[in-house]
């Protein structure tokens, strides 16, 4: 199995923001964020050296991005969530993977679920030919921290499908995927398929996983959250239509 998923983050136990509107992310803060970037007194060098310890080239798919690791302030939230997930249409296997990230004072959770924890910011699906289905990678980085930034690969016959998300505190959450850009405000879940021509297709979808729960109890209410949306995509014609679409692999 080729199939490579690494997430960079910190683990703590710590009282979750729960707002009804989120904080807002003003110039001020922009230029707090860079100017701590710079200055060494604030960087964590212990988590600097774990970082550091990690080596990529053991991986058999290598990252979209070159991951050399940097020294950043302390950070004391950082919370994600990454699940794999797959669609089996028309003999066809096609991959996918989600990501969420934790409520917190720029991102509040619902009102309405007190048990909510991360809400997906990004769902992509890619299709590849059966030779190359398990030549995937992906990871999520909370190091940004109050922004997110993650990124994957998929392999295919006409070459790498990579892709970068970012999730920022000011509200803006965008993907570029090859070298096309997308306002994932209008959609977080994308689709993608080759065709035997060499190009991209793409189809940007509103409907989401939504809310998801932390711990090893809510596994099974996460699995049934995700089913549940895999199979409202098996069920959208308009998907059926892309994922069939002449010329594809």
């Known amino acids: 199995m ?3 998923t690494l997430c960079l983050f910190l683990m703590i136990l710590s009282t979750r923001v729960r707002a009804q509107a989120p904080a807002p992310w003003t110039d001020a803060d922009a230029a707090r964020y860079a100017r701590e970037r710079m200055d060494s007194s604030l960087w ?4 600097l050296v774990d970082d550091l310890s990690f080596s990529f080239d053991s991986l058999e798919v290598a990252p979209p991005l070159v991951n050399l690791a940097s020294p950043v302030p302390e950070y004391d939230w950082g919370f994600v969530s990454s699940r794999l997930t797959k669609l089996e249409l028309t003999g066809k296997r096609i991959d996918g993977i989600t990501y969420a990230y ?3 004072a720029y991102r509040p959770a619902p009102a309405d679920d007190t048990l909510a924890y991360y809400r997906t910011y990004f769902t992509i699906y890619v299709l590849a030919d059966s030779a ?3 030549q995937r990678m992906s990871t999520v980085i909370s190091r940004n921290y109050p922004h997110y930034l993650a990124t994957g690969k998929q392999v295919t016959s006409i070459g790498e499908v990579s892709y970068v998300q970012l999730s920022l505190a000011g509200g803006e959450n965008l993907a570029v995927v090859s070298r096309q850009y997308f ?3 209008q959609g977080r879940t994308l689709l993608v398929a080759p065709l035997e021509d060499g190009s991209l297709r793409f189809l940007q979808l509103r409907v989401s996983p939504e809310s998801l729960r932390t711990g090893e109890a809510s596994e099974p209410y996460n699995a049934a959250v995700i089913e549940a949306f895999e199979q409202r995509l098996l069920a959208d014609p308009e998907v059926v239509k892309f994922f069939t679409q002449p010329g594809i692999l």
């Open 132 to 134: 190359h289905q398990d």
């Open 2 to 4: 080729k199939t490579c």
């Open 44 to 47: 964590d060098m212990p988590r």
């Open 102 to 104: 934790a409520y917190d």
């Open 183 to 185: 306002d994932l405000r």
